[in-house]
């Protein structure tokens, strides 16, 4: 996907489809949230197959092997597809991974809380088929998007056992002093002290709700944050490389060329080039 937005419906025939010849499991380098309106989803995620029925929602993160297969239920299919780039929502990725990882897919009820996400998703494709879309309308109806889900889920959800609740808090609290300290040239030992842990014991925790290092996680929202500055800023990359920590702009331009597989110059004028194709 070139885009940072894109959202379509995936109705009866595009779903017969797409049934008809499904993918084989694959992973993607976007974040893509389906809301089933009418139909059913086949979803192969974590090494399992799930079928569930409208009304539900369906989050995959960049990367996870998955593959879906919407299918026509009592005669009808309508899905809101909406994919999107790490760096369009770059405050609240992770806090989206870890919501997740674990719980792909959620079924609800219908009514007006569903509808209400129905609506925001209306309203996005709305502003993106203006001539001259504003991506940071659509940006803040994602945020509230997700915050809704947010709050269905959370009176859908189990009660943890008590050393994976205790476990998701720290991760939480991990997450909220991540995005307060990125910028700065702090390392695993800062965020253990200011947690009240030692380093090996956020690294566990780390590993065992994203499957990445607490190093590893920084410098992913260092590089979330870096693409979001080139696309949306005109700052220089020197000026970009300062402001998240990196004292020499080369040590910058390698660290993303070696994540992104490209420089810092080449992704912006892709993303620039691409951006209204």
């Not at 059913?40 to 079928?51: A, P, V, W, Y």
């Not at 609740?165 to 253990?192: C, D, M, W």
């Amino acid at each position: 996907m070139n885009k940072l937005f894109h959202i379509f419906k995936v109705d009866e025939e595009e779903a017969k489809k797409i049934s008809s010849q499904p993918d084989e499991p694959h992973n993607h380098e976007f974040e893509e949230l389906l809301i089933g309106i009418e139909g059913e989803l086949e979803h192969f995620i974590d090494f399992n197959t799930t079928k569930i029925q409208s009304p539900f929602v369906s989050f995959v993160t960049k990367g996870k092997l998955h593959r879906v297969v919407p299918k026509v239920y009592n005669g009808k299919c309508d899905i809101w597809a909406i994919r999107f780039k790490s760096e369009f929502i770059p405050e609240t990725t992770f806090q989206l991974y870890s919501f997740y990882h674990t719980q792909a897919n959620l079924e609800l009820e219908k009514g007006h809380c569903f509808q209400r996400l129905v609506t925001l998703c209306e309203m996005m494709y709305a502003e993106a088929q203006q001539e001259t879309t504003d991506l940071s309308i659509i940006r803040q109806l994602l945020g509230v998007l997700f915050t809704m889900i947010e709050a269905e889920r959370k009176k859908l959800e189990p009660q943890d056992e008590p050393i994976q609740k205790t476990q998701h808090i720290s991760f939480g609290n991990f997450l909220t002093i991540l995005e307060e300290n990125y910028r700065r040239p702090v390392g695993v030992e800062f965020y253990a002290e200011k947690l009240f842990m030692s380093s090996r014991n956020l690294n566990i925790i780390c590993q065992n709700i994203l499957a990445q290092s607490v190093s590893e996680i920084i410098e992913t929202r260092k590089l979330i944050e870096a693409k979001n500055l080139l696309i949306s800023t005109e700052k220089t990359i020197s000026e970009i490389a300062y402001e998240l920590g990196y004292n020499e702009n080369s040590y910058f331009s390698n660290v993303f060329k070696k994540k992104a597989g490209q420089s810092p110059g080449k992704f912006r004028e892709e993303m620039k080039n691409r951006l209204i194709s």
